[in-house]
């Protein structure tokens, strides 16, 4: 018998469950800086675009388009390579600078009379991500992601573990679920909710700090910050009366329906191995607990325009405000 019941739940198209406003403009995180390795490209998905990246002559990380202009081969196929600082077609040989991307030498023809080139996005590598602007009308970046502190003293942090996966949440609504308070208690049954104790706009984006009781936390937890870089990178603080910790998280779509997100965990030195790796076990443990909880809704869910929201559901309107900054 055929029916309209779902005998599995999947995500609905994202034409259902959000307008389509495009990628927000801002800094995406699509590599970790060991994944690159000099003298090779390699490929990637993203933003609706396929790219490559790569380590130029002078070490630097860099992203462009994959296809060659010329007729669409992907540069990062059969024996495309990057020599000497240029990015050879496997196709017909046309070397590209890994720099700026234009065609610089056709080993059969002059160069075309006008130029032509590949697409090389603006990067950064900090924290040891790879990051690209994006901004849907092309403009240059308008302001640089934040930095944590850890490079600062890098022998006093413990990279505990990194986490990543694909979601199929609304892109907009991720970030979004940070500033639910009500889910806070309802879906994960939180004794308290953390106190908001400033909201500061800053060249990133924003800053968050809170005031927790550690009595009413597992954790012992006395306070923590978050800074939002845009709404694609957030860098979270969380300090006890015994540790000190620092998550990296990105969102990066993939396409439409998509999105890749990754998650460092950080963990300040204790002097006792084995205290260390206990705090990030417990955190470890508890972020895959709540994430799982939130991605079984996250990922069905619709954006809501105009929410009815009520008392008790946090500055959920104050977050929207922010983030539509950031689409075009």
Sequence with gaps: MQSLIHADLSPAPMSRRTPDQGFPKG???????????????????????????????????????????????????????????????????????????????????????????????????????????YH?????????????????????????????????????????????????????????????TGVERTPYGMRVNYRTDPENTDVAMTSMEMHFTGISLLAQRFVGEAFDTRFLHSYTPIDRERFFKHSYLYVRETGSEEMTQAIGKAFAERFVFESEQDYRVLNYKKHIEQPRLCAGDGPINQFRKYAREFYC
Aim: with cysteine; net charge negative.
């Design 136 to 196: 849907p009308e092309g403009k240059p970046a308008e302001f640089e992601p934040f930095v944590s502190d850890i490079g600062n003293d890098p022998g006093a942090w413990t990279l505990f573990t990194t986490m990543s996966g694909v979601s199929t949440a609304p892109f907009r609504d991720m970030l979004e679920n940070l500033f639910d308070t009500a889910h806070i208690e309802q879906l994960h049954r939180s004794a308290s909710v953390p106190e908001v």
């Design 27 to 133: 800094w995406y995180r699509v590599a970790d800086s060991g994944e690159l390795e000099a003298g090779k490209l390699a490929s990637l998905s993203c933003l609706d675009e396929e790219l490559i990246a790569f380590r130029g002559a002078d070490g630097e990380a860099r992203v462009a388009d994959a296809y060659c202009p010329h007729l669409g081969a992907h540069l990062a196929s059969h024996d495309g390579a990057i020599e000497d600082g240029r990015i050879i077609c496997p196709f017909h040989k046309w070397n590209f600078d890994a720099a700026s991307g234009q065609c610089v030498h056709i080993p059969y023809s002059d160069l075309p009379p006008s130029p032509v080139g590949l697409k090389v996005y603006e990067t950064r590598e900090i924290d040891g991500m790879v990051l690209i602007w």
